[in-house]
């Protein structure tokens, strides 16, 4: 099983004016800005989410928590929505080329919002979503050096040495490129590290679907995006997927009257059935609500596949899934970009199983 892996061409031409955006998004947030983030079909609304979870949650301890919001169809046309809350001192990323989106980035153009107009192009879909991913996890995680370096000291009288302007945007751009080829690196060893695991489950999910089953996707934070993306996908490709991170509803419901550690599990126990397939994502490996779903898929007859990072963590030392795949680093925006191209793999496996088996 293969899937090529988006390069770092994009990233290596694009450094300078990645990090120029950088400082200027970080200007735009220190004015009051927000990031407005428009996108309408599934697949581009998992991107919407991801945005906006990022800015919003920062995974990095210490991080500022940047305004972010996301604009998808069940909010209405994502013009309409735009046009009622974009401000001049916005930021605003669109995905998709629909006529509705390209009209809500217009309206944004005209009210003096900063685009983010960079697009990552790539003749396979998987890739280019690759690629827009690493773009925005880089825009997240370097827009902090320069709302960080424009700081006032909390100390005045322990002045530091920084570089000036010029400088630190040489610095940024240059970190662009460092990690695009990291980005790459940890794709290209996750899925060469995991190719006889990633195969077999793709060939269980090919076998499962064949037979009237159904995939069932999760995972919290970023990776409740890519459930979001690979259950877009898989419908794309006409296979039944549900996604467990969808229904608001269930899970603010199920959180608040009987425990986060049960949101997913719950919705196994109702919609899980014998032959069915759980695709857990986890960047640690040791989510109580995951690990909980994980037991409760088993005693159910699903067949349960793992994406996590790290080393593993209580998934893979417990042998907690029939297949797990680990990506093998510590640093949670590459870990989900690689996870990305690997449920990206076992969609397109699927296809591949269907051909062999016709």
Request: with cysteine.
């Amino acid at each position: 099983m293969t899937l090529a892996v988006a390069g770092t061409d994009f990233f290596v031409a694009e450094a300078q004016a990645i990090a120029e955006l950088c400082r200027a998004m970080s200007e735009r947030f220190r004015d009051g800005g927000r990031l407005l983030a428009v996108g309408r079909s599934a697949a581009e609304r998992s991107d919407v989410r991801h945005v906006t979870v990022e800015f919003v949650h920062p995974v990095i301890v210490g991080k500022r928590a940047l305004p972010a919001l996301g604009l998808g169809p069940e909010g209405g046309p994502v013009d309409v929505q735009l046009a009622l809350i974009a401000e001049p001192r916005d930021i605003v990323i669109g995905f998709g080329a629909d006529a509705e989106t390209a009209k809500a980035l217009a309206i944004a153009r005209e009210r003096g919002c900063l685009m983010l107009d960079l697009a990552p192009v790539a003749e396979d879909p998987y890739v280019a979503q690759e690629l827009h991913e690493t773009l925005y996890h880089v825009l997240w995680e370097l827009v902090h050096v320069f709302i960080e370096h424009e700081a006032e000291p909390i100390y005045p009288f322990m002045q530091v040495s920084a570089p000036g302007p010029e400088a630190l945007l040489a610095d940024v751009a240059a970190s662009v490129v460092m990690k695009a080829r990291e980005a790459t690196a940890l794709r290209e060893q996750t899925l060469t590290e995991n190719a006889a695991t990633l195969a077999a489950a793709g060939a269980a999910m090919a076998a499962s679907f064949a037979a009237g089953g159904r995939l069932l996707a999760l995972g919290n934070g970023g990776s409740a995006t890519d459930a979001m993306d690979v259950a877009a996908d898989l419908r794309a490709v006409g296979r039944p997927a549900l996604d467990l991170t969808e229904d608001t509803a269930v899970i603010t419901a199920v959180a608040n009257d009987v425990g986060v550690e049960a949101i997913f599990s719950r919705q196994v126990i109702a919609h899980g059935r014998r032959g069915d397939v759980l695709l857990a994502i986890s960047t640690s490996g040791g989510s109580a609500n995951v690990i909980l779903t994980l037991f409760e898929a088993r005693k159910r007859g699903l067949t349960t596949i793992a994406l996590v990072g790290y080393d593993g963590g209580r998934i893979l030392a417990e042998e907690l899934a029939d297949h797990v795949v680990v990506t093998r680093s510590e640093n949670i925006p590459r870990i989900q970009e690689a996870q990305a191209t690997a449920y990206h793999a076992l969609v397109r496996s699927v296809t591949v199983n269907d051909v062999l088996s016709s």
